[in-house]
């Protein structure tokens, strides 16, 4: 489990293509002073393990389906990614609950702002539902407030979501350099998540005992309704 608060910006050194994964090597001498080898590790919001390290450097796998989802498919040797080490049980949880479990990747739609600045990502009818605001979510991996969404009048496949960023965060993180056009992993809050689930659920139950009861009742008349001419 990670909180979002941001340790250090890492620089990718290697990405060595392993068949349809990668194995990702990246700079990152704080994250890596106290690290042993199975330990977690985020990278722009992406739970990873230490395969291997040096004292500056870690390794770790990355598999095609976190290629597929996120934007790590993208990344290259002198990328700069957002790295924090796992929590540890008594620290202060500055941010918010972050898996590190992403949920898929939203494109940069606008930013602007003098000092402060405010940026605008585009959001999939898939994900939509998770983010409101004044919710949490990360994004690469960096914990922040949504300021505002899209109306519910908005298409679904037109939907965004805001956030407002502090001077510190542009430059404590990879959100600073975003520009619109760029791809950037989320993570909603993991209680909305389990609600949608709940909700489905509940929805295709409802489903089959409507269904179930359509049929009963479809059999039930099919009993009781005169066979052919000879009952009349």
């Known amino acids: 489990m990670f909180t979002g608060i941001i340790e250090e910006l890492g620089t990718v050194t ?3 293509e392993r068949g349809d994964s990668v194995a990702l090597t990246v700079r990152g001498p704080l994250v890596v002073s106290d690290a042993q080898h199975g330990d977690s590790i985020s990278v ?3 739970c990873l393990t230490v395969v291997e390290q040096s004292p500056e450097t870690f390794t770790a796998f990355v598999m095609k389906q976190t ?3 996120s934007a790590h498919g993208s990344l290259r040797a002198g990328d700069r990614v957002n790295l924090e080490r796992a929590a540890s049980v008594g620290d202060r949880l500055g941010g918010h609950i972050v898996q590190g479990h992403i949920d898929g990747t939203a494109t940069v739609l606008l930013t602007d702002g003098d000092g402060w600045r405010r940026v605008r990502f585009a959001l999939t009818p898939e994900l939509s539902p998770l983010v409101v605001d004044k919710g949490s979510i990360a994004i690469d991996g960096v914990s922040l407030t949504v300021s505002a969404v899209s109306p519910e009048s908005v298409a679904p496949d037109a939907a965004w979501f805001e ?8 430059a404590a993180t990879t959100l600073g350099a975003r520009v619109p056009g760029d791809r950037v992993n989320i993570e909603t809050d993991v209680l909305a998540r389990h609600v949608r689930r709940m909700l489905r659920l509940d929805a295709a139950a409802a489903a089959a005992a409507a269904a179930a009861a359509a049929a009963a009742a479809a059999a039930a008349g099919a009993v009781g309704a005169p066979v052919g001419a000879e009952a009349r």
Not at 163 to 170: G, H
């Open 14 to 16: 290697a990405v060595d």
């Open 67 to 69: 290629l597929d989802m």
């Open 44 to 46: 722009s919001g992406v």
């Open 163 to 170: 956030v407002s960023l502090i001077p510190e965060t542009l």
